[in-house]
C-alpha cells in the first residue's frame, strides 16, 4: 500500500475514534527527595533522558534558606565531579536564584541527558569561594546549621479516561482465486463500532465490480447475480469496472453483518485468469467493552 493511501486510511481511523472521550493528563506525584545542604554546598538530583524531540520537567522545591536551581548537562557534571581538579564549566539553563520555596519547570533540549541541580546560596564565614571546585574541598564546609532542601518530583500522566478501545488493522481476506462467472462472496466482517474504516484492494485482468453490503444481500446476489444492481444501491462501499485499485471506506452496526462481493462486469467473457482481492479491517482489539459505553 503506498504511503498516500495508507495516510488517507490513517485519518479515516482517527476519525472514527473521535467520539470517544479524550484522555487527560496532568503532572502527578512521583517521588520526594530530602537532603541537607552545607554553604556554597551542590545537591545533584535527578537526571533526566528527554527524547529526540526534547521534554518538559517539573518538580516542587522547598528549601529553609535561599537556594539556586537549574538544569545542566548530565556529562558536564559528572565530568567535574570526577576531576574537581579541573577548570569547571556547566552549561546552566532555567536557573531560578533565591528560591526557598516554588514550582520549577525547564523544557530540555533534544537527546542529551540533563541533570537537575540545586545550590546553597551561603556563603561560608571569613571563607571566600570562588568556584563550583570549592565545593569539593575539605576547606569548604563548616560546622554550620545545614540547609534542608526536599524536593517533589513530578511525571507527566493520565489522570482521566485512561483506559481506552485500541484499535488495529487485520486482514479479514488476501486471496488470488481463479475468475468465474458466479460471484465472489466472503461473509466475514461485523462492525464493531459505527464509522469502523476498511479498505479493499482488487487486481484482475478484466474489469470487476467490488462492494461490501448487508450478508442477506449478497446470498441474494449469489443465487441470482441479475439483483446485484438493486443491492448497489444500498452501498457507497462500492466501484465498478476496476481492475487495479484500492479503496477505503466506513461501516457501521446498523449495517449488521457485511459481505465482499466481487465478479466480473462481463461475466459472458471471463478468461481462464486469476484475480486478487485484499479486504482489512480497523478492528477493536483491547478494552473492546467500553465501546458499549459510548
Do not use: Y
Given at each position: 500500500m503506498s504511503k498516500l493511501r495508507w495516510l488517507g486510511v490513517l485519518v479515516v481511523a482517527v476519525a472514527s475514534i473521535s467520539a470517544a472521550q479524550e484522555k487527560a493528563f496532568e503532572w502527578v506525584k512521583a517521588s520526594d527527595e530530602a537532603a541537607q545542604l552545607d554553604p556554597m554546598d551542590y545537591h545533584a538530583g535527578r537526571v533526566y533522558h528527554p527524547a529526540s524531540t526534547g521534554g518538559n520537567?517539573?518538580?516542587?522545591?522547598?528549601?529553609?534558606?535561599p537556594v539556586t536551581v537549574a538544569i545542566a548537562p548530565n556529562d558536564e557534571w559528572m565530568a567535574i565531579t570526577q576531576h574537581p581538579e579541573q577548570p569547571p564549566r556547566?552549561?546552566?539553563?532555567?536557573?531560578?536564584?533565591?528560591?526557598?520555596?516554588?514550582?520549577?519547570?525547564?523544557?530540555?533540549?533534544?537527546?542529551?541527558?540533563?541533570?537537575?541541580?540545586?545550590?546553597?546560596?551561603r556563603v561560608p564565614d571569613r571563607v571566600s569561594v570562588q568556584s563550583v571546585v570549592a565545593v569539593f574541598s575539605h576547606g569548604a564546609r563548616r560546622f554550620i546549621s545545614p540547609n534542608d532542601l526536599n524536593i517533589t518530583y513530578y511525571r507527566w500522566d493520565c489522570v482521566q479516561n485512561c483506559?481506552?478501545?485500541?484499535?488495529?488493522?487485520?486482514?479479514l481476506v488476501k486471496e488470488k482465486y481463479e475468475l468465474s462467472t458466479a460471484p465472489k462472496v466472503y461473509s466475514?466482517?461485523?462492525?464493531?463500532?459505527?464509522?469502523?474504516?476498511?479498505?479493499?484492494?482488487?487486481?484482475?485482468?478484466?474489469?470487476?465490480?467490488?462492494?461490501?453490503?448487508?450478508?442477506t444481500l449478497a446470498d441474494k446476489i449469489y443465487d441470482d447475480p441479475s439483483t446485484l444492481s438493486?443491492?448497489?444501491?444500498?452501498?457507497?462501499?462500492?466501484?465498478?469496472?476496476?481492475?487495479?485499485?484500492?479503496?477505503?471506506?466506513?461501516?457501521?452496526?446498523?449495517d449488521g453483518r457485511e459481505s465482499l462481493v466481487v465478479l466480473p462486469e462481463d461475466r459472458g467473457k471471463v478468461p481462464h485468469k486469476k484475480a486478487e482481492i485484499e479486504l482489512q479491517s480497523n478492528e477493536c482489539t483491547a478494552n473492546c467493552e467500553l465501546l458499549k459505553k459510548q
Open positions: 520537567m517539573h518538580v516542587d522545591i522547598h528549601a529553609r534558606m556547566l552549561d546552566f539553563i532555567c536557573t531560578r536564584e533565591h528560591v526557598v520555596s516554588t514550582t520549577f519547570e525547564c523544557h530540555l533540549p533534544d537527546g542529551r541527558p540533563m541533570v537537575l541541580l540545586v545550590r546553597d546560596e483506559i481506552q478501545p485500541e484499535f488495529g488493522w487485520s486482514v466475514i466482517l461485523s462492525p464493531d463500532r459505527d464509522g469502523q474504516p476498511v479498505w479493499i484492494r482488487i487486481k484482475a485482468p478484466v474489469p470487476m465490480t467490488v462492494a461490501l453490503v448487508p450478508s438493486s443491492a448497489l444501491e444500498s452501498t457507497s462501499c462500492k466501484q465498478r469496472g476496476v481492475q487495479s485499485l484500492s479503496f477505503s471506506c466506513n461501516v457501521s452496526l446498523a
